[in-house]
């Protein structure tokens, strides 16, 4: 089976000019096909300040009401999106941007959660692997910003990892799919302050141990959440690691970050 990268940049990578370019540089010399997820977060919430809208945000999760939805969609779907498509453009990476209702490849609903309102925050239904394959195989590398619809006029803002995870199992069915997360750390840590303490592989009993020990929390528990969720939907394996060491991770066959394995196909 041909091999596919889904890559996922973090907030932290966005929000960095230069640590930006260095990323996209690297991101557009791996070979072979690939696919480059973002969110944005960080500058999402500055710009709301800026206009006077409070962020909220529960559990890493954005309150997205109708103000914050029209500043997710101008800051994910147009200024981020686009600035990356520009400049992968200029390291001759045929980038194109996409958000979930663009060839209606990401299909959601409006959360509906018991206790909380969260707007706008959409959940997915649907991926459309075999319409995403036609960008893939016209040879252009798409680029998805974190936005989906509900099929009926509206943007919904979702989380980046969790469109990762999705469209990494969607394509499952037509490749040998690897999933990147690429954040500021090194990898999983064994010890937060300490960055030489990576957790070279991790599996799920071990993940639910360091969960309960408080080793591994905060936004990294919804990240291995879908991270493994994919490992069981067809995902073949995933890296959790430092956006600088992305390059060497992917092209010399040695993961300098922590590594996760789906089960070994007869
Ligand atoms: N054991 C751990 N190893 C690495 N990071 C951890 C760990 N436990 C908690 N974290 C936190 O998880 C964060 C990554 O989640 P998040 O902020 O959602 O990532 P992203 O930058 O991709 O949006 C890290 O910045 C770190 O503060
Ligand atoms: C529903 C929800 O929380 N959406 C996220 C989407 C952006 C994102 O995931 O950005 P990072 O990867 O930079 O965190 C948000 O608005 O913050």
Redesign the pocket.
Known sequence: MEKIHII??????IDNPERLNTFLKDFAVIPGKKVLVH?G?KIASDLSLTLGISPKLID?RRVTDADSLKVVTMVYGGLINKNVVAQLQAHQCNAIGLTGADGNIIQAHKRVHPQIDYGFVGDIDKVDGEKLDVFLKGGFVPVFAALTHDQQGTMLNTN??TIAAQLAIALSGFYQTELV?????K??????DNENSV?RQLDETAYQH?KQEG?????????LDNAFETLHKGVHSVI?GKAEDLLHSITENDVLGTLLQGPVKQ
Not at 8 to 13: A, T
Not at 181 to 185: I, P
Not at 215 to 223: D, N
Request: proline share 3%.
């Open positions: 996922k940049i973090g907030g932290n990578i969110g977060g890493g980046a990892d997360y690429c954040f500021e750390k990898g999983v840590l064994k010890s937060i957790i360091l080793v591994i929390a905060a936004g990294m528990i919804p990240k959790i």
